[in-house]
């Protein structure tokens, strides 16, 4: 008998079997980038197989994983079995649930006969971890599956010529280098990065380029001084980026305004088609009108509503159209006016995003949470259904992203990016982590797996780039399944 897993991030090892059954990977096995092999079976008595299995994908710790799996024959057919039995689960740091969501655990699995798949679900607790799965039939002999669970590394670095170096602008400022980068988007197959302390918005060509071609709020490519004065096409501390592939948003932190692109711009220095939060081009005051704003730190578009983390005015902007002229007032202001911390209150709002019907803020400053909207408001000063924690006291998130039905949020403060196995109800802790060894852990080694302080998250298919600013550099990572 072997099991082999068509979806899993861990290298698995399968040894000499007696049984009337296969349990094997169908065809193109693979799972979230993962990629398998299994030998073809030495025969060394009538269902007698010795199978090797292995993959070179690496898991995450507390990541809900799926894994399927089918029945076969010793000739590598798929076969249903003939009558009932009960597959026995052993999980050392590791736990298997029934639900793709990871919240009802189970040891054993009841198979009916005519079954020929399996699908299960588990997440292991730690970095290293071993999974064993058993199955019991009076004609089978005892088949067990095993693993361990590696920390996840990243696939490529962008700002960096190695995994291991980390200076402000190591590639040079107009061959790849970057300072203190924030945030990042895609538009088609370009990649679009917000280089802060280089006062620039750079635009790569493609998603696997090294270096860009396109420079906006700089001249050119070698130009990095801030923009002074301001006008649509110079700007200072870009800290947010955002496109729908058509569009794009730019937000100029220090000149208290958010720029915005009617097309993606193709050439450097183009100028921006409009400005929001200030009356004109060239203004840069910092102010708290439906019309103004003061250090927002990101701005985005989701249907027909503008939405702004208006950070020094501890509020949220929403605009109930996207402006088409410079000087547009927002329609609703969320956070009611003043820093604090009820329901109704940011303190520095980070970051926001839509999924389905809600809308997410990470609230930063003095209030460490993540504040969850069931329903878009619609009036002034609505309140939260729901604060979320990131299991650190001090923290500060600075970041969110929506992975499958995952919830990722970037904590700046710990260097690690938290995650929950589907977006939270009610107020419970993380279920696992990214750049770090566990949850309680920060090191501060600079490689393929560890980040630093961070402000950005962007998913792209089965890819999450991670803006690891205090190193100056983009990681990409390939996520397990969904």
């Not at 007696?18 to 096995?29: F, K, P, Q, V, W």
């Not at 994983?65 to 052993?90: D, E, M, P, R, Y």
Request: aromatic fraction near 6%; proline fraction near 5%.
């Amino acid at each position: 008998m072997r099991f082999l897993s068509s979806q899993k991030r861990m290298p698995f090892v399968l040894g000499l079997i007696t049984s009337a059954y296969l349990i094997g990977c169908s065809i193109g096995c693979s799972g979230g980038g993962g990629n398998s092999s299994a030998s073809s079976p030495s025969q060394s008595g009538p269902g007698v197989a010795s199978i090797q299995f292995s993959t070179t994908a690496t898991g995450w710790p507390g990541w809900c994983k799926t894994l399927t799996a089918t029945l076969q024959n010793s000739s590598g057919t798929t076969v249903s079995a003939s009558t009932a039995f009960t597959a026995t689960i052993t999980a050392q740091d590791a736990s298997v649930y029934s639900d793709s969501s990871c919240t009802t655990t189970i040891s054993s699995i009841a198979i009916s006969a005519g079954t020929s798949t399996l699908t299960l679900y588990y997440k292991p607790t730690a970095v290293s971890s071993t999974l064993s799965i058993s199955l019991a039939h009076s004609s089978f002999t005892t088949a067990t599956y095993s693993g361990t669970s590696t920390l996840p590394t990243a696939s490529s670095v962008r700002g960096q010529s190695s995994f291991t170096s980390s200076g402000a602008n190591g590639l040079g400022v107009s061959t790849g280098g970057l300072s203190e980068p924030r945030r990042m988007a895609i538009a088609g197959s370009k990649l679009i990065v917000a280089d802060k302390a280089n006062h620039r918005v750079v635009i790569y060509p493609s998603l696997s380029a090294t270096a860009p071609d396109t420079v906006l709020g700089q001249v050119d490519l070698t130009s990095n001084s801030g923009a002074n004065p301001a006008s649509a096409s110079a700007f200072a501390d870009p800290v947010g980026v955002w496109s729908d592939g058509t569009r794009l948003l730019v937000t100029s932190k220090s000149q208290n305004r958010v720029l915005l692109w009617n097309t993606i711009p193709t050439s450097d220095a183009t100028p921006a088609d409009i400005v929001i939060g200030q009356a004109t081009d060239s203004t840069t005051t910092a102010a708290a009108g439906m019309a103004e704003l003061d250090s927002p730190e990101y701005a985005f578009i989701s249907g027909t509503k503008l939405f702004v983390a208006d950070g020094g005015n501890s509020r949220v902007l929403i605009f109930n159209s996207v402006p088409t002229a410079t000087g547009t007032a927002a329609d609703v202001q969320i956070g009611a006016f003043g820093s604090g911390n009820a329901a109704d209150q940011f303190a520095t709002p980070y970051f926001a995003l839509v999924t389905g019907t809600k809308l997410l803020v990470a609230d930063n400053g003095a209030n460490h949470r993540i504040q969850v909207f069931n329903t878009i408001p619609t009036a002034a000063n609505a309140a939260a259904d729901l604060s979320l924690a990131l299991s650190n006291a001090s923290a500060q998130p600075t970041a969110l992203a929506i992975v499958g039905s995952k919830l990722l949020a970037y904590d700046e403060d710990k260097s690690r990016v938290v995650f929950w196995n589907s977006i939270p109800t009610a107020a419970v802790s993380p279920d696992g982590v990214l750049g770090q060894v566990d949850l309680s852990s920060v090191s501060t080694t600079v490689d393929d797996s560890t980040l630093g302080r961070g402000y950005g998250l962007l998913v792209d298919g089965t890819s999450l780039w991670v803006a690891d600013t205090e190193r100056h550099r983009l990681l990409k990572f390939t996520t397990p399944e969904p």
